[in-house]
């Protein structure tokens, strides 16, 4: 393996998953006796640019051309989108005759905001199924991959973009010069480019190793991230410290012939990741023992759920929650089901530990006496949504970043 950001053959291994199938290849019921394709999910680091990547396993094709995840399914992630579209708007000045582009628009979650404020939009979004619902809703969507030609092409219709969005995709990117590149060919030569990403300080810190699956090919610090845009004619001029997905970063760049001098913040991360150990190698050497660690009192509890006869289901099946089944072990008898909010996962099973995956509703015809909620992240928003759980004494149970239980009780 050679680094895709520069070249270098000084790769070091930080953390062997194993093998697994990819995470959003949900199966269905007659799928369930035919073999899986499994890959192996290794994460090294590159000696020379610091850039944190698994091989190019798999293509954006095979994932991504009909999609299971819809982000309209979370009421906290369509919240977040307006937000930003708000805080957008007063940042670029955008009015009337802006024009804002969202790369890897999904189903139209954040760019209908951007609409219904009367500024002209366009997604491109890959998925066929998720552009429709996009396109259902009202926003101008574009089927495609980008790339260098599709970017000429929209900026040849459309004009270029006063603000590019790139949000959750600048990590399921393999051709990252390529697509950063793109980003920028998208671009007014005074405009802005929004990238939100996880955060590889928490991936690391925190043993948050269930945001590595095939999909996501580099995982970005403030200083790989700067050097990724720079290679690409972008200059990172601010960033910002997101609680979502379990810590992510918001990069604010402007092409690079602008002159733009970085701000404050984007020193004061930087200075931060220096004294985490962040810009040398050995900093990322405790990702290996946190992950084995989260691993093993996770299994610990459920078997101890098993021996007291305790009924144990979980909630959610986020791509995450499949790196997080597949590396733990963890099959049918330690987790019954699992439910999800999104009908397109109804009926099918999790990739490689084959789970299967019911309506929501099926928590309160079972009542089981433990929940185990694989997206985490969303923490505040799901206990919420459980609440009606206290009517039969149910636990919560979130794995990370630290394995810990809530006693539902009313009004949690």
Same mark, same amino acid.
């Given at each position: 393996m050679t680094c895709r950001l520069c070249g270098s053959s000084r790769m070091h291994s930080i953390l062997d998953l194993g093998a697994t199938p990819p995470c959003e290849k949900f199966l269905t019921a007659d799928e369930l006796d035919a073999p899986e394709v499994n890959y192996p999910l290794h994460l090294r680091l590159c000696q020379d640019c610091l850039l944190l990547q698994i091989p190019a396993l798999i293509t954006p094709e095979e994932t991504f051309t009909e999609y299971a995840y819809f982000s309209s399914f979370s009421d906290s992630w369509v919240d977040h989108a307006r937000r930003f579209v708000d805080e957008a708007t007063h940042r670029v000045g955008l009015d009337g005759d802006s024009f804002v582009v969202e790369v890897a628009s999904n189903d139209g979650y954040l760019l209908t905001h951007v609409v219904e404020a009367g500024i002209a939009a366009l997604g491109i979004e890959p998925s066929i199924n998720v552009g429709d619902a996009a396109r259902r809703r009202g926003v101008p969507t574009l089927s495609a991959f980008l790339d260098e030609q599709v970017a000429a092409q929209v900026r040849a219709h459309h004009g270029p973009a006063d603000l590019v969005v790139a949000n959750n995709v600048y990590a399921h990117i393999p051709d990252l010069m390529g697509f950063t590149q793109s980003l920028r060919g998208l671009l007014a030569d005074d405009g802005w480019l929004s990238i939100e990403v996880h955060y590889a300080r928490n991936l690391v810190a925190l043993g948050q190793f269930d945001t590595i699956y095939h999909e996501h090919f580099q995982y970005y610090t403030v200083l790989s991230a700067m050097r990724a845009l720079a290679a690409g004619g972008l200059t990172l001029v601010d960033v910002e410290m997101l609680p979502t997905h379990g810590g992510s970063l918001r990069l604010w760049a402007?092409?690079?012939?602008?002159?733009?001098?970085?701000?404050?913040?984007?020193?004061?991360?930087?200075? +931060?990741?220096?004294? +985490?150990? @962040?810009?040398?190698?050995?900093?990322?050497?405790? @990702?290996?023992?946190?992950?084995?660690?989260?691993?093993?009192?996770?299994? !610990?509890?459920?078997? !101890?759920?098993?021996?007291?006869?305790?009924?144990?289901?979980?909630?959610?099946?986020?791509?995450?929650? /499949?790196? @997080? %089944? /597949?590396?733990?072990?963890?099959?049918?008898?330690?987790?019954?089901?699992?439910?999800?909010? /999104?009908?397109?996962?109804?009926?099918?099973?999790?990739?490689?530990?084959?789970?299967?995956?019911?309506?929501?509703? !099926?928590?309160?015809?079972?009542?089981?006496?433990?929940?185990?909620?694989?997206?985490? /992240? %969303?923490?505040?928003?799901?206990?919420? !949504?459980?609440?009606?759980? +206290?009517?039969?004494?149910?636990? @919560?149970?979130?794995?990370?970043?630290?394995?810990?239980?809530?006693? %539902?009780?009313e009004g949690n």
């Open positions: 402007r092409p690079a012939e602008m002159g733009a001098a970085p701000s404050h913040r984007v020193a004061t991360a930087l200075a +931060a990741e220096e004294e +985490a150990g @962040l810009h040398r190698v050995d900093g990322y050497l405790d @990702l290996r023992p946190r992950t084995e660690t989260i691993r093993h009192e996770l299994l !610990q509890y459920l078997l !101890q759920c098993r021996a007291r006869g305790e009924r144990v289901v979980g909630y959610g099946a986020p791509g995450k929650g /499949n790196t @997080l %089944l /597949n590396y733990c072990g963890i099959r049918t008898d330690l987790l019954e089901y699992t439910v999800d909010r /999104n009908p397109y996962k109804h009926g099918r099973f999790t990739p490689g530990t084959r789970i299967p995956i019911h309506d929501p509703e !099926q928590l309160d015809k079972d009542r089981p006496d433990v929940i185990v909620v694989l997206p985490w /992240n %969303l923490e505040a928003e799901i206990t919420e !949504q459980l609440g009606y759980a +206290a009517e039969w004494g149910a636990r @919560l149970v979130y794995p990370l970043p630290t394995l810990h239980v809530v006693e %539902l009780t």
